[in-house]
């Protein structure tokens, strides 16, 4: 039982440094570990503090935003890109801030949909919804 | 934009380390996939790539795989059977359409067994574009003189392409598509707005690509804006 005992122990303590090795020399991991925004996301209590007009970006599958979305918020995924822009492009004004969201960080379809705005619709106010429809639900209490 | 609130280090070396130990267990899912990830490079002409992800029951009872889902309406996961004897192989057949994608594009696919165990197949494809835009929205401000603006298309070299049309929804825009070289694998596209106030128009450049000829469409807009006022009830403000 000791030896068991002791084995786990062993164990804790190797993952503890790997974890600790992990957060200081790894950029990713850290950014992982310590749940900050990237350069181009925006972590939603900042979201709603903002000034000025909002565009929020629902990146989700169709059935998925069908479901429920953030109050307001424009479907537009890469799959069907082609009949929503115009949507989004006829709400959009000059100053307006454009938020793109998905599922979780595990999600990269928000992005991919914000590089595509501003690459290919000039649009220079685009930012990411760390954590995405999960951050919203989470702060909503579901 | 602000950082998140900073939370308790300690706490999260200790979230981190219990993840980790889980890990380093041994794992008891019956379900050994040969790879976890999948990279596949998907030509301009290809309007599907496919790639596989293999597996084998390596336990002592029959597993039954319950849900495969793919988080992108892109990936269209297929299944065989959904059960498997213990030592069978199996795979999941994974078609991608890489449509309105370009570069570096992620994608997962989540696999449920009723061993109460799920596994995340990651999928990297590197999409070669084979048509490219400077931009394609285009707008005058309020007041702003009705100049005509102008978006230009490229199509990849090494891909047979040609424009087969160019409409707008709206015929009161004006549109001129001019080759910009002997190639034709440039041109500008050129809109001329009316003066009254009109919203927007959509127009559809219909493109023929590849040794067959498949059609493919991309749609660009141009919009005259509306003044300030009306603006500020079309873009809404934040939740």
């Given amino acids: 039982?000791?030896?068991?005992?002791?084995?786990?122990?062993?164990?804790?303590?190797?993952?503890?440094?790997?974890?600790?090795?992990?957060?200081?020399?790894?950029?990713?991991?850290?950014?992982?570990?310590?749940?900050?925004?990237?350069?181009?996301?925006?972590?939603?209590?900042a979201a709603r503090t903002l000034q000025g007009p909002v565009l929020w970006i629902d990146a989700r599958p169709a059935a998925d935003f069908a479901r429920n979305h953030?109050?307001?918020?424009?479907?537009?995924?890469?799959?069907?890109?082609?009949?929503?822009?115009?949507?989004?492009?006829?709400?959009?004004?000059?100053?307006?801030?454009?938020?793109?969201?998905?599922?979780?960080r595990a999600c990269s379809t928000s992005r991919a949909v914000a590089e595509k705005l501003r690459r290919e619709y000039q649009f220079d106010d685009v930012l990411i919804l760390h954590g995405g429809w999960s951050a919203w639900q989470t702060a909503a209490g579901k | 934009m602000a950082l998140a609130?900073?939370?308790?280090?300690?706490?999260?070396?200790?979230?981190?380390?219990?993840?980790?130990?889980?890990?380093?267990?041994?794992?008891?899912?019956?379900l050994k996939w040969d790879s976890l990830e999948a990279a596949v490079k998907v030509r301009a002409e290809e309007t599907v790539a496919h790639t596989r992800y293999g597996f084998v029951n390596a336990g002592d009872k029959p597993v039954t795989i319950t849900n495969v889902y793919a988080g992108c309406g892109c990936t269209s996961p297929r299944l065989a059977?959904?059960?498997?004897?213990?030592?069978?192989?199996?795979?999941?057949?994974i078609a991608f359409d890489p449509r309105n994608r370009e570069g570096l594009y992620r994608a997962s696919v989540t696999v449920t067994s009723d061993d109460s165990v799920t596994t995340t197949l990651q999928f990297v494809a590197d999409i070669e574009p084979l048509v490219s835009f400077d931009t394609r929205f285009?707008?005058?401000?309020?007041?702003?003189?009705?100049?005509?603006?102008?978006?230009?298309?490229?199509f990849a070299e090494g891909?047979?392409?040609?424009?087969?049309?160019?409409?707008?929804?709206?015929?009161?825009?004006?549109?001129?598509?001019?080759?910009?070289?002997?190639?034709?694998?440039?041109?500008?596209?050129?809109?001329a707005p009316p003066a009254e106030a009109i919203n927007?128009?959509?127009?559809?450049?219909?493109?023929?690509?590849?040794?067959?000829?498949?059609?493919?469409t991309f749609n660009l807009v141009a919009r005259t804006l509306p003044a300030?006022?009306?603006?500020?009830?079309?873009?809404q403000a934040h939740p």
Wanted: glycine letters at 4%; hydrophobic letters at 50%.
């Fill in chain 1, 1 to 45: 039982m000791a030896t068991l005992r002791r084995s786990w122990l062993g164990i804790l303590g190797l993952a503890t440094l790997l974890a600790a090795a992990a957060l200081v020399l790894d950029p990713r991991a850290r950014a992982l570990l310590l749940d900050a925004p990237a350069a181009d996301e925006i972590a939603l209590a």
């Fill in chain 1, 70 to 104: 953030i109050p307001d918020a424009l479907p537009l995924n890469l799959d069907e890109w082609d009949t929503r822009i115009v949507d989004v492009l006829a709400r959009w004004q000059p100053g307006t801030r454009v938020i793109v969201y998905c599922d979780d």
């Fill in chain 2, 5 to 30: 609130a900073p939370t308790s280090l300690p706490l999260r070396l200790a979230t981190t380390a219990a993840f980790a130990i889980a890990a380093a267990l041994p794992t008891f899912a019956a």
């Fill in chain 2, 81 to 93: 059977k959904n059960t498997y004897a213990p030592g069978e192989r199996g795979e999941i057949q």
């Fill in chain 2, 138 to 154: 285009v707008f005058w401000r309020p007041g702003e003189p009705r100049t005509p603006k102008h978006m230009r298309l490229n």
């Fill in chain 2, 159 to 191: 891909h047979p392409a040609t424009i087969a049309d160019v409409t707008s929804s709206d015929p009161r825009f004006v549109i001129a598509t001019t080759p910009l070289d002997d190639s034709r694998r440039a041109f500008d596209i050129e809109v």
């Fill in chain 2, 200 to 216: 927007y128009t959509v127009i559809t450049v219909r493109t023929l690509v590849g040794a067959d000829q498949a059609e493919r």
């Fill in chain 2, 228 to 235: 300030p006022a009306a603006a500020s009830q079309a873009a």
